[in-house]
Structures are given as structure tokens and as C-alpha cells.
């Protein structure tokens, strides 16, 4: 099983909101990944976590703030968003770097409007 | 800085027919290079990698050939059917020990019945 799962999968916010999206893994993968994907463009790295601890953040700004509870679940809190934020969230996960894995899963994406 | 590039952006084949899509990596310390499947509304799906240390690999309908010499990687669907159609990208990981992806720009393939 290679299934990765993101909450909630359509996501409307104004400026000034506060929200959450969700991914989870129980593949025993332990590194997770937040990517931004603007329509018709690659999917961009924002962060990544290993082991639960952040190893990268891709100059994402503050409003973008990533929390990793534990090894299956990964977090992107989200608060005074711009409309140009507005973009597909993919959450991916692969087995991590001291296991020599390099092959990342993604799941389905939450869709997020900013109005 | 690093860059993967990839072409062509668009593809119209037959049923049937043969495709080929085509990435070159700027960075010679890329040792992996994964090809994924994106369809309207979904995430990506990977749908075959290969690593530095092969020159190609095969998979039922899908291959993937990898030159390092020339930096250059591509992906050959034989047979192809409808339900091939959807965005392909490639992808390279870049920096030694971190196994971030950056990604080609896509290619829009659509199999026509």
C-alpha cells in the first residue's frame, strides 16, 4: 500500500483565516514533504521533515507554518493567506534518507482557494 | 541554479502509437530520476524511476532510458492506450544526501482513439 491521504480535499479561506491542512501516512515512511503545484506548472518543494524534525524549508514565507506531530502525520497550518497562495497542496512521503529510499509518494493534493 | 528541463510540452499520438518524452538534468550529481503521472484533479503518481547506476529499465508498457554521459533521461510508452493521456513529469533529485525532487515542466500527453 502505498496511499497517502490529505485533508480536506477543497479548501475556501479569506485573508484573514486561519486553517489547517492534513496528510497522513501509515507506510512507516519517515520522511514527509509539503510541495505547492499552481495550475498547469511542476510541483515546487516548500518542506520536508525527517524524522520529525524539519531538514528543509525552501524560503517559504511565515504565513506557511508546517508541524509534524508524529512520524505518520504531517501539518500546514495556514493563516493571512494572499490570493496568489491559491494553488493544489500535495503532501508526499517517502521511506527516508538513512534507509537509501528514494522513491516519494504523493496523495491526492488539497485544492486551496484564497479569496 | 539547478534545472531539469523537459520536452515536449504537448504530444498527440493514436492509440497504438509510441510516445516519447524527453528531460535533460543540469547536475551532474543527480542520481535518481523518477517519471510521474498526473491526471485532472489528482496528486502525482510515480510510475517508473530509474537511478544512475542503470541505463534503462522497463516496466510492461513503460521504459525508461538514462545517458549520464549526456545528461539526458526519457520515457517510452509503447502501445498507448486512452487512459494513458494525463501530464507526465520528470524529475531529478539534485542534491547529494537530500533527496529533494525538482521537476521538469511537464508534458500534456493525449492518446487519441
Known amino acids: 500500500d502505498t496511499e497517502v491521504t490529505q485533508t480536506p480535499k477543497h479548501l475556501v479561506m479569506g485573508m484573514t483565516n486561519k486553517k489547517s491542512l492534513k496528510c497522513e501516512q501509515h507506510?512507516?515512511?519517515?520522511?514527509m514533504y509539503w510541495y505547492k503545484q499552481k495550475a498547469k506548472k511542476p510541483p515546487e518543494l516548500m518542506f520536508v521533515?525527517?524524522?520529525?524534525?524539519?531538514?528543509i524549508n525552501e524560503s517559504v514565507p511565515s504565513r506557511f507554518s508546517p508541524e509534524c506531530p508524529n512520524s505518520s502525520l504531517l501539518n500546514l497550518h495556514l493563516h493571512a493567506l494572499q490570493p496568489e497562495d491559491s494553488a493544489l497542496y500535495l503532501c508526499?512521503?517517502?521511506?527516508?534518507?538513512?534507509?537509501?529510499?528514494?522513491?516519494?509518494?504523493f496523495g491526492p493534493g488539497t485544492r486551496l482557494t484564497v479569496t | 541554479g539547478e534545472n531539469v528541463e523537459q520536452h515536449p510540452s504537448t504530444l498527440s499520438v493514436q492509440e497504438g502509437d509510441s510516445a516519447v518524452i524527453k528531460c535533460t538534468y543540469s547536475?551532474?550529481?543527480?542520481?535518481?530520476f523518477p517519471w510521474y503521472k498526473q491526471e485532472l484533479g489528482k496528486g502525482p503518481q510515480l510510475i517508473i524511476d530509474?537511478?544512475?547506476?542503470?541505463g534503462e529499465k522497463k516496466d510492461q508498457r513503460i521504459a525508461v532510458t538514462l545517458n549520464k554521459t549526456a545528461k539526458h533521461f526519457s520515457l517510452h510508452i509503447t502501445e498507448t492506450q486512452p487512459e494513458d493521456s494525463a501530464v507526465y513529469f520528470c524529475a531529478a533529485s539534485i542534491r547529494k544526501g537530500r533527496r529533494a525532487l525538482t521537476f521538469g515542466s511537464g508534458t500534456r500527453l493525449q492518446v487519441q482513439p
Open positions: 507506510m512507516g515512511h519517515r520522511a
Open positions: 547536475d551532474s550529481a543527480s542520481n535518481y
Open positions: 508526499a512521503s517517502s521511506l527516508g534518507e538513512a534507509r537509501n529510499s528514494y522513491e516519494q509518494y
Open positions: 530509474i537511478r544512475s547506476n542503470v
Open positions: 521533515y525527517s524524522y520529525e524534525k524539519l531538514s
